[in-house]
């Protein structure tokens, strides 16, 4: 299955500080930026835009952004969304230097004291995970951008790549359980996935979450499904509904749709 196009009508920006083994990269027409690896690891495109704007500009309180990587989604929140602090919890020790660049930057200090960072493996259970720094029940929003290729699927020789990209077996009942334990009771939690993962979503959320909500997310009008936006409140017990979906291209083009281009640059955010 093909990833959508992610060209963005932002260009990378170049700067003194780069080093041979990563970049800084301009996010949402340089309101943020990122430092991420050259040549290898995971760098952030539309799916972390995507999750990004499920959580809307007035949310409030605090957020945990699982797997974080360099940091792409929880920055994005973070820099639009004013009443929010953001921790980053990233397992890996390489990825999580990435973030603490990131959140370091000078472009980046208008809310960078709101963005903190945490190394963490969001798999650990009970008193591991509180021991790890996360606390039950501290959080109003947990979202994630976890890996969602199947063994099944080519590998990479990139360990750091590999790492971000294949889905570990159970992967989404571990995730989901350490997000609703973090959760406040009526937490919001967010995520991207593929179409074929909703299933185990679901069976994750059974008696956690509830009032879920899936937004599909399709290359063109006419074309198969490749990503589901999710989103689901912890203790709600409203039913499954799926949203209008999206499009990333106009039926005619490869540039991205009006709306696409709206979320990719935090112009706009997915309403629940």
Known sequence: MSKPDCRTDQAAETTPGETPQATIDAFHRGRFHLVQPRGKGHRAGLDAMLLASLVSDDAHGKLADFGAGAGAAGIAVASRSPELDVVLVERSVEMSGFARRSIDLEHNAEFADRVSLLVADVTLKGRQRAAAGLTDSCFDHVIMNPPFNSSADRTTPDALRAEAHAMPEHMFEHWIRSACAVCK???????????????DILQACDGRFGGLQVTPVHPRPGEDAIRILFTGIKGNRARLSFRTPLFVHDSDGRAFSARMNDLNNGRAFVHR
């Open 185 to 199: 009771p009526g937490g919001q939690l967010s995520l991207i996935a593929r179409p074929q993962s909703l299933r």
